[in-house]
């Protein structure tokens, strides 16, 4: 009897900030998704400073935007070469809550995502981001480091 191949992942939300630790996510998320032919979106949050000035806050979002969507340029090549479908996205808000909303709200499958260095002090006052999404995700959580 053939066994039928079962796609595990069917699409992997990377959560990404431009971070080297990013870039090693979405590595990894690419591989992943070539070798189970998931698809990807690369979601990048915006956190507007508090408190901000309209006129601030405006240029700040506008900014962000461009970088990201530089950033996006190479992982589109990149997914390409792998033959991996890719989506990018980006949101303004608490990078935690956007990250469990969208994967939510797009039935992602895993979310992939670097773990950044915080003091013990604010790890224990705030909590990483990678810790909030760990709890809250619906679906598995990969950290890289």
């Keep these: ?9 069917e699409t992997i ?12 996510a979405t590595d990894l998320a690419f591989s992943l998704a070539e070798a189970m032919s998931s698809s990807v979106l690369v979601f990048a949050v915006i956190r507007p400073p508090e408190p901000a000035a309209r006129v601030e806050l405006n240029a700040v979002l506008e900014e962000a935007r461009e970088h990201y969507e530089q950033n996006f340029v190479s992982l589109r090549e990149q997914a390409k070469l792998k033959g991996v479908e890719l989506e990018t ?18 039935n992602i499958s ?36």
């Design 1 to 9: 009897m053939a066994r039928q191949s079962k796609q595990v992942f």
């Design 13 to 24: 939300l990377v959560a990404y900030d431009g971070s080297p630790q990013a870039q090693r």
């Design 89 to 106: 996205d980006i949101a303004v808000g608490h990078p935690a809550e956007q990250i469990v909303h969208r994967a939510e709200q797009a």
């Design 110 to 145: 895993l979310i992939v995502m670097g773990r950044r260095g915080m003091s013990i002090f604010h790890r224990w006052m705030l909590g990483s981001i990678s810790e909030r999404v760990l709890r809250y995700a619906h679906c598995p959580v990969m950290v890289v480091h």
